[in-house]
């Protein structure tokens, strides 16, 4: 009976450790970021809650990177899941550059917070 109670501890433990103990996959340094070869170029423009061009799927192989220009009418943040975690800062009017860098498979959106857009997603395989 004993042992069923430290179960859920050794649960927890397990996962923690793993969480702590391993580097991110897609954790890169600018370095690498930089001297990935871009694969696609895009720029996009948001006016309220209009994307254009219109949220597509762009596929990009592992290694390869996604070169976004982003221009918005209002003040916003842009997020890039699966990319460690890519943020940045829209201005409005002003075209904000993110370089992202396929390394790890998935199906990952990017998107605005204000309003709360999928601008494209992005398939890296």
Same mark, same amino acid.
């Given at each position: 009976?004993?042992?069923?109670?430290?179960?859920?501890?050794?649960?927890? %433990?397990?996962?923690?450790?793993?969480?702590? @103990?391993? &580097? !991110?996959?897609?954790? %890169?340094?600018? *370095?690498?970021?930089?001297?990935?070869?871009?694969?696609?170029? +895009?720029? +996009?423009?948001?006016? &309220?809650?209009? +994307?254009?061009?219109?949220?597509?799927?762009?596929?990009? &192989? +592992? @290694?390869?990177?996604?070169? %976004?220009?982003? $221009?918005?009418?209002? @003040?916003?943040?842009?997020?890039?899941?699966?990319?460690?975690?890519? *943020?940045?800062?829209?201005?409005? &009017?002003v075209p904000t550059?993110?370089?992202?860098? @396929? $390394? *790890? !498979?998935?199906?990952?959106?990017?998107? $605005?917070?204000?309003?709360?857009? $999928?601008?494209?997603?992005?398939?890296?395989?």
């Amino acid at each position: 009976m004993r042992v069923n109670r430290v179960l859920p501890y050794a649960a927890c %433990l397990l996962a923690l450790s793993g969480a702590v @103990g391993c &580097g !991110s996959p897609d954790s %890169l340094s600018p *370095e690498a970021v930089a001297s990935a070869p871009v694969a696609e170029r +895009i720029d +996009i423009t948001v006016t &309220g809650t209009t +994307i254009t061009p219109p949220p597509t799927q762009v596929d990009l &192989g +592992i @290694g390869q990177a996604l070169e %976004l220009t982003v $221009t918005v009418d209002h @003040g916003d943040e842009l997020h890039a899941h699966g990319f460690n975690g890519t *943020e940045a800062d829209l201005k409005a &009017g002003v075209p904000t550059t993110v370089k992202l860098v @396929g $390394t *790890e !498979s998935g199906v990952f959106e990017v998107e $605005t917070h204000d309003p709360a857009l $999928t601008i494209l997603t992005v398939a890296v395989r």
